[in-house]
Structure formats: structure tokens, C-alpha cells
């Protein structure tokens, strides 16, 4: 059964670009959230995704926007990349909208360095 | 929104030497996770406390949570360097239950 994953695993981008990143969930788990993970930093959460739907977000600019797919999968996007967006950055999945405790699992992250 | 402070911020010890790691919030945890993060990986949740006084062990990692649920800290027995790691603690915290992390504790345990 594989777990979370995520693509590309690495990424060098331009300031200003635009990059896209994608997240697999684990199997079974239908809510996938993205967090920003600075060097030396605890992640930070972006957003989350259920049901094809943004379910909640973080302090992030609308720079940062999400996506996600009937099976599931999520895409993030960051526009007009900064010096200060680069990270790593991780997608969590988890089954369902559930009550606490619950587990969530983490891919191994996309680590995006911009120029 | 809550706040975790996690202390110390660096730790560097000899296998074989024992530590402890603390996370505090000013506001009560509704529950408490603890996970480690490897390089080049994403966390691994290591436990889950909810009920105040809770104490939890994992081999030679015991986890405990404050009576108050503000404060939890995990203890490591006999430091391998295969425990070496980001440890992170992190709280689920608004309508979609996400998790508010600390800044973490970078542990180093030397051969």
C-alpha cells in the first residue's frame, strides 16, 4: 500500500515564475492538506481539501492556491514566486473529516528553491 | 491561535545519554501529537495524547501530558543515533482540525 506522494521531489524556480505541485494521497484517504516547512521550522499549514472543495486555509496570500481532484489527488500552485517561498513543502492525507485522535501522513515533500 | 514553544531548540548528546524534550502552549490542547522528522522526509507521528496526566511509552520513549493539557514532554532512554531527528510537536486546532506545529527540537545523538 503506498503512502503519500508527492512530485517532484525537488524544484529550482525563477522570482516571479509560477510552480505546481502534486500530491498523491494515501489510499483510502480522501482529505488532503498542504503545509510550508522553512528551513530550520515546524510546518505551517496552507490549506485543506475535501470533497473537491477548500475546507479551510491558512495565513497564506491568494498567491497560494490549491486544487483538488475527484481521486482525491491535490495540486498546489504558487504564482509570482518570491525568494521568501522557498521550502519544503509537505501533503498530509487522512481519511475523512473524522473526530480526534486521528493520524495523518505526511509524503516525503517537495523541496522548492527559488533564484 | 495557539501557540507551541518547544524547548530546546538544539540538542546534541553521546549515545547512551538520556533527554527530555518540552513543548507548552498558554492554551489547552484539546490533544497532543509528537512526531519525528528524518532529512529528506515528511513527519512520522510517534504517539497522541488526549486526556490530561496521560502518560504514554514507546521502547525507550515516554511521552507525558500535563495535568492541564497545556504542556507535554517526551523522555528518551539510552539516546541511539538512529534517534536522531526533528522532533515536532503538533495540536489540531480549528474547524478542520489541522495541525498548528512547533518549531521543533533538533536532535543530534553522536556514536
Known amino acids: 500500500d503506498a503512502g503519500v506522494t508527492q512530485s517532484p521531489t525537488h524544484l529550482i524556480k525563477t522570482r516571479g515564475q509560477q510552480v505546481t505541485l502534486r500530491c498523491s494521497p494515501k489510499?483510502?484517504?480522501?482529505?488532503v492538506s498542504w503545509y510550508q516547512q522553512a528551513l530550520g521550522q515546524g510546518p505551517q499549514f496552507i490549506f485543506q481539501?475535501?470533497?473537491?472543495?477548500?475546507?479551510q486555509r491558512g495565513n497564506f496570500p491568494d498567491r497560494f492556491s490549491g486544487h483538488q481532484f475527484p481521486n482525491y489527488s491535490s495540486e498546489l500552485n504558487v504564482n509570482a514566486l518570491l525568494l521568501g517561498d522557498s521550502a519544503l513543502y509537505l501533503c498530509?492525507?487522512?481519511?475523512?473529516?473524522?473526530?480526534?485522535?486521528?493520524?495523518?501522513?505526511f509524503g516525503p515533500g517537495t523541496r522548492l528553491t527559488v533564484t | 491561535t495557539q501557540l507551541l514553544e518547544q524547548s530546546p531548540q538544539f540538542l546534541s548528546i553521546q549515545e547512551g545519554e538520556n533527554l527530555t524534550v518540552y513543548c507548552n502552549s498558554s492554551?489547552?490542547?484539546?490533544?497532543l501529537q509528537w512526531y519525528r522528522q528524518e532529512p529528506g522526509e515528511g513527519p512520522v507521528l510517534l504517539v497522541t495524547?488526549?486526556?490530561?496526566?496521560e502518560v504514554k511509552k514507546l521502547k525507550r520513549l515516554t511521552f507525558q501530558f500535563g495535568d492541564a493539557r497545556k504542556d507535554s514532554s517526551l523522555h528518551i532512554t539510552a539516546a541511539q543515533p538512529g534517534d536522531t531527528g526533528l522532533y515536532l510537536c503538533?495540536?489540531?486546532?480549528?474547524?478542520?482540525?489541522?495541525?498548528?506545529f512547533g518549531s521543533g527540537t533538533q536532535l543530534t545523538v553522536l556514536p
Open positions: 489510499s483510502g484517504h480522501d482529505t
Open positions: 498530509a492525507s487522512r481519511p475523512g473529516t473524522g473526530d480526534i485522535p486521528y493520524e495523518q501522513y
Open positions: 481539501y475535501y470533497e473537491e472543495e477548500e475546507r
Open positions: 503538533a495540536s489540531p486546532t480549528g474547524s478542520a482540525r489541522q495541525l498548528t
Open positions: 492554551s489547552v490542547f484539546s490533544s
Open positions: 495524547v488526549v486526556t490530561g496526566g
